[in-house]
């Protein structure tokens, strides 16, 4: 496989949890493809994750459970792209980053929709390599770029995404990697090229989250792989509207995004010293 670096990497570990999850018999989703994309890292990045999670073993966890908190995070946002997609109007879609994701090939999309994937050009070049041999379900486009960098925009425009149109754009799994500055300068990019009407949806930690002693196993982990957690608000709703959106946050375990998986218990807003999660969708008002 094409060699990656820290960040790019994780998503080998969302491919080896999702290829888990597929495997249970209470599966919150089925993704066939996962499998084929954890690559060889995958499985190694799981065990340390898992051991952090569950250091003694079959013992009681002593971190939040990533193993609870990624399937309910990818189906929660399976169906509100879905959703989004029902819309006839809703023509585009896009990942960023696309990682190791297979919606564009493992879910059913409306013919209207074009699903755009945005990531580094290493990521795209393995992943490209590991579904060779399948087709996706949609009109998906690559779009090989740095999001941090300049020229991601033009790449997305040579593409034949339309900023005039409105668009659902997913951040997954990626905003506690990026400094504040940065994100802030990301979501003032993508409001440029979105119009009204546009979707957005991300998944966000407090800043409780990155200092909390019972993080302190997880956080380790991601800081020795050389991509730490260096991002979290209390604020997502402030976050976003600075940008012209408009959004809700839901924690796991709330009545949206529980499925039957989630068992710590859900602190309400207005508590003071707990670690958060947020699964944050909205659209752009302004």
Known sequence: MTQLDAIERTCLLTAALRAGES??????????????????????????????TFPGGEVPRTVPSTFDFNPIRTRFFDDWLQSAAADPSMTQIVL???GMDSRAYRLEWPDHVRFFEIDRPSVLEAKEKLLAAETPGADRRPVPADLLAPGWE?????????????????????????????VEELLRRVAAVTAPGSRIGADVVNDVALTAPNMRGLLKV???????????????????????????????????????????????RTAEGAERVFLVHGSRTA
């Not at 790449?155 to 504040?180: I, V």
């Not at 959106?245 to 839901?250: D, G, I, K, L, Q």
Request: aromatic letters at 14%.
């Open 23 to 52: 495997r249970r018999d209470d599966r919150l989703y089925h993704d066939p493809y996962a499998q084929a994309l954890v690559g060889d890292a995958g499985p190694e990045l799981l065990a340390e994750i898992r051991s952090a």
């Open 96 to 98: 960023a980053p696309a």
């Open 154 to 182: 033009d790449a997305l425009l040579e593409a034949g995404y339309d900023p005039g149109l409105p668009s659902t754009w997913l951040f997954e799994g990626l905003l506690y990697y990026f400094a504040q500055g940065q």
């Open 222 to 268: 991601f800081a020795d792989w050389g991509c730490p957690w260096v991002f979290g608000t209390d604020q997502p709703e402030a976050l976003f509207g600075r940008h012209g959106f408009t959004v809700e946050a839901v924690q796991p375990g709330e009545e949206p995004a529980h499925y039957g998986r989630w068992r710590d218990p859900v602190p309400p």
